[in-house]
């Protein structure tokens, strides 16, 4: 179907009824922002995630180019943390001026002062690309390599594209096959395990940072349920009957085929993580009295998540234990723009890949990018900034600047004559594919003009020498009103959305 606004009103209301009901069946849910305790209590004040109604068209080439890049992109994220001076000579002027980076940079800092060691390094990525309309070119956005969420509520929104298009297939003239199955939260939750298998204390668990108030719970909820279910993610979510077909399962879908486990789970804020974690002398951190032997970060990625001292004096204490991180402070700070920045000029991937081939996949995926010290990108920026966006050292959706905000703010640094550029980077503006779609929200639907921003996951595991897992992962597609710059989920600016292979 080229165009979903040319469905009948009969078929769009019985569509987004069924998705509606298919949703809350199937946990594609998150806390409703108007209920004051939805982002507390789990089950309180649900409803479900934003999403497009029908999968959004995206070419299988490209598809393919952006899996191939996710184990060289984890690659790439491993050998750049292992050099603690490019980190730090990279980001010394961002230092300068951006507070939270410095910070990080400091705990870093000290980290390489004790000569700490990561033996075991887990990182879960997500590569965000556009299709450039005008150079038909895959173009990287960012690297994510904190927090990298939506692993769990993807995967649900490509089964529920599935189930629509095979209940109403002579209708929309679909087939269901060509919306690719999505195994994120599996595959994630696999690392993760594996990860407390190398750590090797059957006794210890796994620890989610979270934020205080947390309304996309569900989207981690799906990893503890796996971490600690008997039975793999489809079989556990499709309808009961489904226990009695393991076996057939498992040989449609072989990727699904991850080992059971019985791994604890447990959420912590970083305050409470300060006020009940302690490190023992061999360097195991207990919380509450409880062993952990992986840290995943669902929070520590924005300044507001260090309130106080007191979350700081978590985040070091962490760093400072023998659990593996995910991510380590390093891998962090090579998830930076800046790093991202200087990553793309001449001769620097060489400096850690070897393969030619891998060097040149990259290179071809990325946008320009640039420092604020480049003077003639700094001018032409200037004069026309409807080709630029501007970039903080920020995660999370909502920061970034665009149009006209550009000229107005590189004029200010360019008055001020101060280091505050080096808090930024200026980076070519994508122009995506506009297409007709359906988004949903709150209950309704709305017929828009829509571009999309697919990220393919990426898991890495490594024990010294030994890499245990370097895979793409499944993928997130999110999709937007195309006057609308920025594209964060939890931010309220898109919608979930998955990819219709043509």
Not at 11 to 24: E, G, I, N, P
Not at 94 to 106: G, P
Request: hydrophobic share 40%.
């Amino acid at each position: 179907m080229s165009d979903p606004h040319s469905i009948d009103q009969d078929l769009l209301q019985k569509l987004v009824y069924d998705a509606l009901v298919w949703s809350s069946l199937h946990g594609l849910v998150v806390g409703d922002r108007n209920i004051q305790r939805s982002g507390v209590v789990p089950g309180v004040g649900m409803v479900h995630a934003p999403v497009a109604l029908l999968p959004t068209s995206f070419p299988e080439s490209h598809w393919k180019q952006a899996c191939e890049l996710a184990p060289i992109f984890n690659e790439l994220v491993d050998r750049v943390s292992l050099d603690g001076k490019f980190l730090q000579d990279s980001l010394s002027r961002t230092k300068e001026v951006d507070d939270f980076t410095s910070r990080l940079l400091d705990i870093h800092s000290k980290m390489l002062q004790m000569n700490k060691k990561e033996d075991i390094r887990l990182g879960l990525h997500r590569s965000d690309y556009m299709l450039d309309e005008q150079t038909k070119l895959l173009l990287q956005i960012e690297l994510n390599t904190i927090s990298s969420s939506f692993a769990g509520l993807s995967c649900v929104v490509s089964e529920l594209h599935r189930s629509l298009i095979n209940t109403y297939k002579k209708q929309l003239g679909l087939d269901s096959q060509r919306v690719p199955i999505n195994t994120a939260v599996t595959q994630f939750a696999e690392a993760l395990a594996r990860a407390w298998t190398e750590y090797n204390n059957p006794r210890a668990a796994v620890l989610f940072v979270v934020q205080p108030e947390e309304r996309n719970m569900y989207d981690q909820h799906w990893f503890s349920l796996i971490l600690n279910e008997k039975y793999p993610f489809l079989i556990i979510r499709l309808r009961p009957i489904c226990y009695l077909f393991q076996d057939m399962w498992l040989q449609w879908f072989p990727q699904l085929n991850v080992h059971t486990h019985k791994i604890t789970t447990v959420r912590k804020t970083l305050a409470e993580i300060s006020a009940q974690g302690k490190l023992q002398p061999d360097g195991t951190l207990v919380i509450d009295g409880e062993a952990i032997a992986v840290i995943y970060f669902r929070a520590g990625y924005a300044p507001t998540d260090y309130p106080t001292e007191s979350e700081w004096r978590a985040r070091l204490l962490m760093e400072q234990s023998s659990a593996v991180k995910c991510p380590s402070i390093s891998y962090h700070l090579v998830g930076t723009k800046k790093i991202q920045q200087e990553l793309a000029k001449p001769d620097v991937l060489e400096r850690f890949l070897d393969n030619k081939d891998h060097v040149a996949k990259l290179r071809k995926c990325f946008a320009g990018l640039w420092s604020l010290e480049e003077s003639n990108v700094f001018k032409d920026a200037i004069e026309r900034p409807e080709l630029y966006v501007m970039k903080p050292q920020r995660e999370g959706g909502g920061n970034n600047i665009y149009g006209n905000d550009v000229r107005e703010a590189l004029l200010r640094l360019q008055n001020e004559e101060t280091n505050e550029d080096a808090a930024y980077i200026l980076m070519q503006r994508i122009f995506p594919v506009v297409a007709p779609t359906i988004l949903m929200r709150d209950g309704s639907c709305h017929k828009d003009s829509a571009v999309s921003e697919l990220g393919i996951y990426g898991a890495y595991l490594r024990n010294k020498e030994n890499v245990v897992v370097n895979d793409h992962a499944g993928y997130l597609m999110r999709t937007k009103v195309s006057s609308s710059n920025e594209g964060g989920v939890a931010a309220g600016f898109a919608v979930l959305d998955s990819i219709y292979l043509t």
